[in-house]
Structure formats: structure tokens, C-alpha cells
């Protein structure tokens, strides 16, 4: 039996693509057609020594892609996310959309997204928010979409068991931690709850979890927007 084989532990935290596994201190993970991007932009990003995302460390015998291991915890599921923990993402989801404005591979985009800054693909370390994994939806675009998406999952909007009132002010609190006015997030919210809803690709829980998320937030937007219209 290989070595590899003794050593290897599949990762099992937050919603992780199959056949990723973890050997020592790094991650292996099935090749994309992202694979390229990813790499230039962790190289990119351990250049200018920005902290919050794992180190592209090439690829191994199998042609899977290698990464340095992050640790802490990943959640396994969304569920409701206290006030420190959100404003501490905000600002990490910030920082990493700051960090890419120089990456060339951005080309005329406002920033790089990460294309899925879910709790489910944050590390936690000491409860605390401290770096993003799982890059293969990294794309260029703008800090809204990626925010918007972010701010859904967050604040896990769609769940009963959190009021509208106090998501709507959970909504402004995570903008405000942000630190930078992106205008109304909701347009931007609903377009990544249809799309996922949409998306066939998609197991069908999933669709049909995003098409609820989507229908709790148009009953909704009508306080959303009068919240939004007051902070300004």
C-alpha cells in the first residue's frame, strides 16, 4: 500500500468538492478548467502576502491541484451567524476583493471574484472568520455580485427562524463592515438566489432551497428597500 494511501484523510468540513483529500499540510484537489486562474491568482496573492487564502503549491502525480492546508474549522452548513463573526467576514471579503485589484488576470473587471463566499468555504479559527477556500468559481467581476451572493449566504436569508427585521438590520451591519458603498445589494442578492435555482446542474434540493431563499426575499423587498433608502 502506498504511503499516499496510509496518509491521505478525505475532507469532509463545509461542502467540499469530491476527491479532495488531505495529505500533511496540504490539500489535493481534481483538476478544473479553472485550474490555470486559480493558480495565477494564489500566486498573485501570496506576492503580495495577503494572508486569507491558501498558497498554489503546483500539482502532484495524479495531476491534482495542491494547496497548503488552512487550518480551523469549515462549517458544514449556513445557519445564523452572530454580529462579530459577520462584521469580521465583511471585512475579510473586502480585504481579498482589495488584494485582487492588481492581479493582470482581472483584465478590466472591477475586482476578481470568488464566486461562491459562503460560511461553508470560510476557515474559522477561535470562532473567528480568517481566509476563504475553494477558488474554482473565482472569476473577474464586481464587488456587488460577490457581495450580494456573500450577504445571501451570511445572513442565511430564507431561514424562519430569523426575523426580517433583524436580518434587514444584519444586511446593513454586513455593508457597513464592508467598508465600501456598493449601492443596493438586493438586485444582486436575488440574481445569485434565481441563478442557483435555476442552474440544472444543481442537485434538486438545492434548487428548490434557492427558490425558496429567492420567493422569502421578494415578500421582503419592500422593507429592504425602505432600509436601504434610511441608511442613506
Not at 459562503?118 to 476557515?123: A, D, K, Q, T
Not at 456598493?182 to 435555476?198: C, K, N
Not at 434548487?207 to 431563499?213: F, I, L, P, T, V
Amino acid at each position: 500500500m502506498s504511503r499516499e494511501r496510509i496518509d491521505a484523510v478525505a475532507l469532509a468540513g463545509g461542502r467540499t468538492t469530491p476527491g479532495v483529500i488531505r495529505i500533511g499540510d496540504a490539500v489535493h484537489r481534481p483538476a478544473s478548467s479553472r485550474s490555470a486562474f486559480v493558480a495565477a491568482l494564489l500566486g498573485y496573492l501570496e506576492s503580495i502576502h495577503f494572508a486569507g487564502v491558501p498558497r498554489y503549491l503546483g500539482q502532484d502525480s495524479h495531476g491534482r491541484d495542491v494547496f497548503s492546508f488552512l487550518p480551523g474549522e469549515v462549517p458544514s452548513e449556513l445557519g445564523f451567524i452572530p454580529d462579530a463573526q459577520l462584521r469580521r467576514a465583511a471585512g475579510l471579503i473586502r480585504a481579498f476583493h482589495d488584494a485582487t485589484i492588481g492581479f493582470e488576470g482581472k483584465g478590466a473587471a472591477e475586482v476578481v471574484c470568488h464566486g461562491d463566499l459562503s460560511p461553508c468555504n470560510c476557515v474559522f479559527q477561535d470562532g473567528s472568520p480568517c481566509g476563504f477556500i475553494d477558488f474554482d468559481s473565482a472569476a473577474p467581476g464586481s464587488r456587488a455580485d460577490d457581495l450580494g451572493y456573500a450577504a445571501w449566504l451570511w445572513l442565511d436569508l430564507g431561514n424562519d427562524e430569523i426575523s426580517a427585521q433583524n436580518q434587514r438590520r444584519r444586511l446593513s451591519l454586513f455593508v457597513d463592515a464592508y467598508g465600501q458603498d456598493v449601492g443596493d445589494l438586493i438586485p444582486f442578492l436575488l440574481a445569485a438566489q434565481s441563478r442557483l435555482a435555476l442552474d440544472p446542474r444543481g442537485a434538486a434540493p438545492m434548487r428548490e432551497w434557492a427558490k425558496a431563499s429567492e420567493a422569502w426575499t421578494r415578500r421582503h423587498l419592500a422593507g429592504f428597500a425602505a432600509q436601504n433608502k434610511a441608511s442613506r
